[in-house]
């Protein structure tokens, strides 16, 4: 894929405003309990996959300053992975959902991990970082990102930098 200027220049902005956001804003952002709002941007691959790029660069650069070693693999992977399945989907609505999940189960796996290694706690542990994560998410992406697409879709300027075949194609706006 051969990405324009002005793709190379929003997934610059992105990954900067990810990265500003984790480390800036005052509430947990790494562990157990997190609420990551720089994760409602995963939402934006929705109108505008190419910026699945900058997302992932600015939660690498993120994640270099986690107390958890293995979040500059893991988290960044989970964040990727929830961008490419979100730029995938056709539902408004469903966006959100590619972050939580791929945040719970990959971050919550990730987290249990360290808490107790492979051992018979695992599971347990795993359940419970899983649900406290993706509580976070569902809070930074479900509410956030929602918001956000909906304020993108209402404005011409936002709407005009979307491929147009991506907006004709997905469900959940009534038309303008």
Not at 7 to 13: F, I, P, R
Not at 38 to 49: D, I, K, S
Not at 106 to 135: D, H, K, M, R, Y
Request: proline fraction near 7%; glycine fraction near 8%.
């Amino acid at each position: 894929m051969k990405l324009s200027v002005g793709d190379l220049t929003l997934s610059a902005v992105l990954a900067a405003a990810y990265a500003v956001l984790t480390l800036f804003l005052p509430v947990p952002q790494y562990g157990p309990v997190q609420v990551r709002f720089a994760e409602a941007l995963t939402v934006l691959p929705f109108f505008y996959p190419t910026a699945t790029l900058g997302l992932f660069v600015g939660c690498v650069i993120a994640n270099l300053f986690s107390p958890f070693v293995l979040d500059v693999l893991f988290g960044s992977l989970a964040t990727l992975l929830a961008c490419i399945w979100t730029g995938r989907l056709n539902n408004r609505w469903l966006a959100p959902l590619p972050p939580v999940i791929c945040n719970a189960v990959i971050v919550g796996a990730e987290i249990a991990l360290v808490q107790v290694g492979v051992s018979p706690g695992f599971w347990s542990a795993f359940a419970l970082n899983a649900v406290t994560v993706g509580a976070g998410e569902l809070l930074a992406c479900g509410v956030c990102g929602s918001v956000l697409l909906g304020a993108l879709y209402r404005s011409p300027v936002c709407r005009s930098l979307a491929a147009p075949q991506r907006l004709e194609q997905v469900r959940g706006f009534a038309p303008l």
